[in-house]
């Protein structure tokens, strides 16, 4: 699958890589782009998968702030309700589009 910001792959990994989770597919942390993402100040705790990171996607016309995330440390029982570890797997918003 690929991400894709104003035609420009992002990131890159087969299918059986990446996570699903909630309607988001997660992007393993090898398969960004180096550069493509710049770590936001925005704070947020999701109840069920800990603190997450958010970042700002540069690369198109303009920066899109906090248009990517990620969770660097989520809580254990999160591991174990998605089945998988997905520490640092980067998930993107709208803007960017996946496709297979």
Known sequence: ????????????APTEDLIHIEGNWYFPPSSITA?????????????WKGECQY???VGGDSPLADRA????????????????DFSDYVAFWKEISVVD
């Open 1 to 12: 699958m690929k991400a894709l910001l104003d035609g420009t792959v992002i990131a890159e």
């Open 35 to 47: 550069g493509v993402l710049v770590p936001s100040p925005t704070q947020y705790t999701c109840p």
């Open 55 to 57: 970042f700002t996607v």
């Open 69 to 84: 995330w990620s969770y660097p440390m989520p809580f254990s029982s999160a591991v174990d309700r998605v089945g998988r």
